[in-house]
């Protein structure tokens, strides 16, 4: 089966500008998520969609980022306006029952830099 | 601070050598995963544990599940050069999975 699939793969930007990302999940995952890694930790949630709803998104800033996942399969994350701890890869992964408690596939991810 | 602490935080060994890597919280989880993420590359799943003192092999690297569910162990027999990459551990609770920092492996030939 094809995998979770990004883009960009990188992206630079500079402060206060706007940026978006986007996701495809593996066809059949009902629940995607979106992280965010910054150099030298762990992914750290940013919003879970179940279908095309919002599970959690209690990490998210909402004051600058927002997300959505029309018709509940693809996905877009946007970042309006950016800011230098911003810098981070992005990752989308999917899985196939609510919550994934059997595993998430991720994507290769978007690398963003502000500057 | 972290919800899942994993150590060592780095570790460089040489081909051949045995290695265990450790990841620790004061919760306890439902399941716990690792994964193995190259550069450029996203997560990728190696293993689920669920039952408290279940142990899972997949080839040389050894999992287990601590007893109370909120720990777990990576061990890796005779490391190859493409074992080099970050291990994560991830614990799952009620619809929430949390990442632990990882534990950045270099193997040198």
Redesign the interface.
């Given at each position: 089966e094809a995998g979770?699939a990004q883009s960009p793969r990188y992206k630079i930007i500079e402060k206060r500008q706007s940026v978006a990302f986007w996701c495809n999940p593996i066809s059949g995952h009902a629940t995607l998520y979106w992280y965010q890694q910054i150099l030298?930790?762990?992914?750290?949630?940013l919003i879970?969609f179940q279908n095309n709803g919002v599970?959690?998104d209690s990490q998210l800033p909402k004051d600058r980022f927002s997300a959505e996942r029309l018709k509940g399969v693809d996905s877009t994350l946007k970042i309006q306006p950016a800011k230098l701890e911003d810098s981070a890869v992005y990752?989308c992964?999917s899985s196939h029952w609510?919550?994934?408690?059997?595993?998430?596939?991720?994507?290769?991810?978007t690398?963003l830099t502000v500057v | 601070t972290?919800l899942?602490e994993q150590s060592p935080q780095f570790l460089s060994i040489q081909e051949g050598e045995n290695l265990t890597v450790y990841c620790n919280s004061s919760s306890v989880f439902?399941?716990l995963?690792w994964?193995r993420q190259e550069p450029?590359?996203?997560?990728?799943?190696l293993v689920?544990v669920v039952t408290g003192g279940e142990v899972k092999k997949l080839k040389r690297l050894t999992f287990q599940f601590g007893d109370a569910r909120k720990d777990s162990s990576l061990h890796i027999t005779a490391a190859q050069p493409g074992d080099t990459g970050l291990y994560?551990c991830?614990g799952?609770n009620?619809?929430?999975?949390?990442?632990?920092?990882?534990t950045r492996l270099t193997v040198k030939p």
């Open positions: 979770v030298g930790q762990g992914p750290k949630l879970q599970v959690d990752l992964a609510t919550g994934g408690s059997g595993g998430y596939t991720f994507g290769s991810g690398r | 972290q899942l439902s399941s995963q994964y450029g590359e996203g997560p990728v799943l689920t994560l991830a799952y009620n619809n929430d999975m949390r990442f632990g920092a990882g």
